[in-house]
């Protein structure tokens, strides 16, 4: 085993929580600060979860020299702002989804990260769930054809209210950053980028985007429809249509679950995958720390090219539909 990591979380919100959980997990991993931009609220939540160290502002925390690594769990709107605070003191950064508001951000905290050789990847932990891997394998293996259609949809009722993070257009809000993304990685890893996108949203009373129907053409004319929504549930799934069979993704398709693969003209198959004792972000987290063990200062499975990409159809996607986040834009 490598060495020990002092891990530190910066924003101690809802999914930091849930991340603190599973970092347990980690043999290698030392829960070490927690910040928050409130004293009394780090002191909470580290001892809590087993923290050392309390932090009431995310600056002290960077000034910490004992810090290894900063997973950002703030909203979206912040994320360009308190990595660069990260970067910019050497700390190693695991940083949630979506990467920031927009590419110009991305791309600075890309250069932030390059200039300081400091490793930074996105939080994107679909990446290394093992049925997500099966499923791309598939994909590329050819063994049902060529893959023609994506269709991924994410969508549950959120239940309105003007002020949560998910409605606040200041804070990145609507669904398209938070949950829209996961449907558009899947058509990213599958079929790239594309060449054409077409899109509807519907916009609540805060003007955060509510709903979002995609449409995407690609090159050789593969097709995706890609859904996310705040307003209704929906089966959180993924289905990639190949010239001979398809395989799906089943209910929440970005988080550990079954695989169904269907080979015309055989029987359909369910694939199962063993869960881990985490909820999965246990994966991404001994990942960064592999990294940092081979002294990378980025990821070669979730590469910032691939946080790029996302940023850049999430652009397009929304000059298509008219989504503006007016201080970052
Ligand atoms: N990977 C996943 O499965 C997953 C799931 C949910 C969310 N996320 C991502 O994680 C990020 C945080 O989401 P969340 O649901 O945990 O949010 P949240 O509960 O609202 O927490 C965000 C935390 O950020 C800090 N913060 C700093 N500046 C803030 C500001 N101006 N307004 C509000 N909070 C501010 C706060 O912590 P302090 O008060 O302690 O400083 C707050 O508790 C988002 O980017 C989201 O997309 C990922």
Request: hydrophobic share 45%; with cysteine; proline share 4%.
């Amino acid at each position: 085993m490598g060495k020990t990591y002092n891990w530190a979380i910066l924003g101690c919100g809802k999914i930091a929580r849930k991340f603190v959980n599973d970092l347990k997990l980690l043999p290698n991993a030392k829960l070490y600060a927690a910040a928050s931009r409130s004293l009394e609220n780090a002191q909470i939540f580290a001892s809590e979860l087993g923290f050392e160290k309390a932090y009431g502002s995310y600056e002290e925390m960077v000034n910490d020299a004992e810090v290894d690594v900063v997973y950002i769990a703030t909203p979206h709107s912040h994320h360009l702002e308190h990595a660069l605070l990260c970067l910019n003191s050497h700390k190693a950064v695991l940083c949630e989804k979506a990467l920031a508001l927009n590419l110009k951000e991305v791309i600075l905290m890309v250069e932030a990260a390059r200039k300081n050789k400091t490793f930074l990847m996105e939080a994107f932990w679909t990446m290394f769930q093992p049925s997500f891997l099966k499923a791309i394998e598939i994909c590329r293996s050819g063994e049902l054809g060529a893959l023609k259609m994506v269709r991924s949809d994410f969508a549950f009722n959120a239940e309105y209210n003007p002020a949560k993070r998910l409605y606040n257009v200041a804070l990145g809000g609507g669904s398209l950053l938070d949950i829209g993304i996961y449907p558009i990685f899947m058509s990213l890893a599958a079929l790239g980028k594309p060449s054409e996108i077409k899109t509807m949203a519907s916009i609540c009373p805060t003007g955060a985007e509510e709903s979002i129907i995609m449409a995407f053409r690609y090159p050789g004319g593969e097709m995706a429809s890609l859904v996310s929504s705040f307003a209704a549930h929906s089966s959180i799934q993924t289905e990639f249509s190949f010239e001979n069979g398809f395989i799906r993704l089943n209910r929440r398709f970005h988080t550990p679950t079954t695989i169904t693969y269907w080979k015309h003209p055989e029987e359909e198959i369910t694939l199962s995958f063993e869960k881990g004792s985490g909820f999965g972000y246990e994966l991404e987290a001994a990942h960064v720390m592999e990294c940092l063990d081979a002294g990378k200062t980025e990821s070669d499975r979730m590469p910032l090219s691939m946080s790029l990409d996302l940023m850049e159809i999430m652009d397009q996607v929304r000059k298509d539909a008219g989504i503006v986040f007016p201080d970052h834009d």
